[in-house]
Nanobody, 116 residues
Framework: VQLQASGGGLVQAGGSLSVSCAASGRIFSIEIMGWYRQGPGNQRELVASITNSGAIKYADSVKGRFTISRDNAKNTVSLQMTSLKPEDTAVYYC???????????WGQGTLVTVSS
């Protein structure tokens, strides 16, 4: 499985941004997809995940602000981020794999910077 991430960039606090990820290869092996992030000096954390059946989980830190969605026909997963805060600044990684946690396959990171 190959994961190609896109999006990200620089945004002011309170703004919105989205990141997307396209999967290719042995996609039938994927049961769950998600987004992780790793900020400066922080450990990588799972921000949001979505299963093949559409079950979604969010980290408490992003609930109500981030929305994960998936297009199974296009094999893509997206993360819409709103009300962004400086502490959301991180490299965001797309991941996929077997339920319950997506960690077998990884895309390249994409940087999201939120300025205050």
């Amino acid at each position: 499985v190959q994961l190609q991430a896109s999006g990200g960039g620089l945004v002011q606090a309170g703004g919105s941004l989205s990141v997307s990820c396209a999967a290719s290869g042995r996609i039938f092996s994927i049961e769950i997809m998600g987004w992780y992030r790793q900020g400066p000096g922080n450990q990588r954390e799972l921000v949001a995940s979505i299963t093949n059946s559409g079950a979604i989980k969010y980290a408490d830190s992003v609930k109500g602000r981030f929305t994960i969605s998936r297009d199974n026909a296009k094999n893509t997963v997206s993360l819409q981020m709103t009300s962004l805060k400086p502490e959301d600044t991180a490299v965001y990684y797309c991941a996929a794999g077997r339920w319950p946690v997506p960690r077998e396959y990884w895309g390249q990171g994409t940087l999201v910077t939120v300025s205050s």
